[in-house]
Nanobody, 122 residues
């Protein structure tokens, strides 16, 4: 069992930056690949970014490629999502997820966090 807790969300103006964190507790953090998903009001949850167990491989949704960076610190059992050049359409609840391989769809994660709200004003 892994428990995931996101933090770092908030209100930011368009063009600004935020860094989300996801702290894990429970079973060995480094055995899991990690991912960030997001869900905007009235929309389905969508993939944002994923990172391999050792941090060597990352994948991004086209909508965030070049603006967002996923990383992890296995010593701290924490994954991060650095978000630059934020747009109003990035407004959503952002969820951290853990699974046994790189993730892309809602079916891939084994564990989910509770989410953190990100609001980007125009």
């Amino acid at each position: 069992q892994v428990q995931l807790a996101e933090s770092g969300g908030g209100l930011v103006q368009a063009g600004g930056s935020l860094r989300l964190s996801c702290a894990a507790s429970g079973r060995a953090f480094s055995v899991y690949a990690l991912a960030w998903f997001r869900q905007a009001p009235g929309k389905e949850r969508e993939f944002v970014a994923t990172i391999s167990r050792d941090g060597a491989v990352t994948n991004y949704a086209d909508s965030v490629k070049g603006r967002f960076t996923i990383s992890r610190d296995n010593a701290k059992s924490t994954t991060y999502l650095r978000m630059n050049s934020l747009k109003p359409e990035d407004t959503a609840v952002y969820y951290c997820a853990a699974g046994l391989g790189l993730m892309r769809t809602m079916k891939d994660p084994y564990y989910w966090g509770q989410g953190t709200q990100v609001t980007v004003s125009s």
